[in-house]
């Protein structure tokens, strides 16, 4: 589907986005701005007709005018036969079922990237754990992430973030495709620490809202903040991420920006949730899938399941499945009996890893 109609055929694009929302959409004309063809996917041929009619997301990026280079197209078994590289832009609890449509369609050869965060909610596993078992683990894979909010990225600001793949080269290219005078992407290896990162910011940031929202003021919301990050941390490097990764924009950046800004969605829900709203109503009123909300129960299966203490996630945990009262969720880890700071086994590790830090 073109600005002129519906199309067929090759049309030799660089890159397929599946999922026509806001993160999706903005991946997709950012990927056309920086001069490479695009076909962006969605589920429903009469919005994706509107879309193309209006050439832009007046729902999910209002404002945001699609390049020429940008075409949508709700043909799914074409669109995934004609393009080698993919990137899934859908929730967490979508992504097995978007493997599942694709695989049958894929060409040899055919890559897979995805900007979805968080654990699968019925079983824990990381997104890259979902792939090898929809598509096996001979695929090139790769997962883009870290502190970005899809209006700005659309918008055209400037803005960083970490793609980790199974393959330097895939990587890399991705960062050159995705990379313009208003976006740098870093390249990595650790693909679980960038996945548990966009994961555990997500409930981190209810903490941050709830905090704000019952008017503890900034010194709390930084300590949230900074004890919330040694646990996204610990659970990373227990699945076996490298420390490092969590001082960079998929860990320390995404988190400080899930928990300070209210474009968060999770921070969002946080802030009703104080104010008195019911999780559900909060999400209802939201009105877009708040990750964090399904993310609390899977950070807390995978942390029992390595005998982890992570008390932020827990007490969020807590409140939202609970049914516990907000505040005295925040009293209960105050009134946790004291301890050293530092986490001597992270410590240690973090030592050892100093010099992986990139200093560019």
Same mark, same amino acid.
């Given at each position: ?12 694009? @660089?890159?397929? +986005?599946?999922?026509?929302? =806001? ?5 997709? !004309?950012?990927?056309?701005? *920086? ?8 589920? =429903? ?6 879309? @193309? ?6 729902? /999910? ?25 993919? $990137? ?5 609890? %979508? ?14 050869? *055919? ?18 754990? #979902? ?9 090139? #894979? ?10 700005? #990225? ?20 991705? *960062?050159?495709? $995705? ?6 992407? /870093?390249?990595? @290896? ?5 996945? +548990? ?26 300590? $949230? ?23 960079? &924009? ?6 400080? &920006? ?10 969002? &829900? %946080? &802030?009703?949730?104080?104010? %008195? ?7 209802? *009123?939201?009105?877009? !899938? ?6 609390? !129960? =899977? ?17 969020? /945990? ?19 009996? $004291?301890?050293?700071?530092? @986490? ?8 050892? =890893? ?7």
């Amino acid at each position: 589907m073109t600005a002129s109609g519906v199309t067929s055929g090759p049309d030799n694009s @660089d890159i397929a +986005v599946f999922g026509a929302g =806001s993160w999706g959409t903005a991946l997709a !004309v950012q990927f056309a701005r *920086a001069g490479h063809r695009v076909t962006l996917w969605g589920r =429903s041929a009469a919005e994706l007709r509107k879309l @193309d009619e209006q050439r832009c997301n007046t729902r /999910y990026l209002p404002g945001i005018t699609f390049p020429d280079k940008l075409h949508l197209d709700p043909d799914l078994r074409a669109v995934t036969r004609k393009h080698q590289d993919l $990137l899934i832009c859908v929730p967490s609890n %979508g992504f097995r079922e978007m493997l599942s449509a694709i695989r049958p369609h894929l060409q040899p050869g *055919a890559r897979i990237a995805w900007a979805t965060k968080g654990f699968e909610h019925d079983s824990g596993r990381l997104p890259h754990q #979902v792939v090898s078992e929809v598509l096996g683990s001979a695929i090139p #894979v790769a997962v883009l992430s870290g502190p970005t909010f899809a209006s700005e #990225v659309g918008a055209g600001l400037p803005t960083a973030m970490t793609i980790a793949a199974s393959e330097p080269d895939f990587a890399a290219e991705l *960062a050159v495709r $995705l990379s313009g005078l208003n976006f740098r992407a /870093y390249t990595s @290896d650790d693909m679980v620490g960038v996945e +548990v990162g966009g994961a555990v910011k997500n409930v981190l940031a209810i903490a941050a809202g709830i905090s704000d929202g019952l008017g503890f003021g900034a010194n709390t919301r930084i300590a $949230l903040i900074t004890r919330g990050l040694l646990e996204m941390t610990r659970l990373g490097v227990a699945l076996g991420a490298q420390p490092a990764t969590f001082m960079g &924009l998929s860990g320390m950046g995404d988190l400080v &920006l899930s928990c300070t800004d209210d474009q968060s969605r999770n921070r969002r &829900l %946080g &802030l009703m949730v104080a104010a %008195g709203k019911s999780p559900a109503e909060a999400a209802t *009123a939201i009105g877009q !899938v708040v990750e964090g909300l399904f993310a609390a !129960v =899977s950070v807390r299966t995978v942390a029992a399941r390595l005998g982890l203490e992570m008390p932020i996630c827990e007490q969020v /945990y807590q409140v939202l499945h609970e049914q516990q009262p907000a505040r005295d969720a925040v009293m209960a880890l105050m009134a946790r009996s $004291l301890k050293p700071e530092a @986490d001597m086994e992270l410590r240690s590790l973090f030592t050892r =890893s100093a010099n992986t830090l990139p200093l560019d």
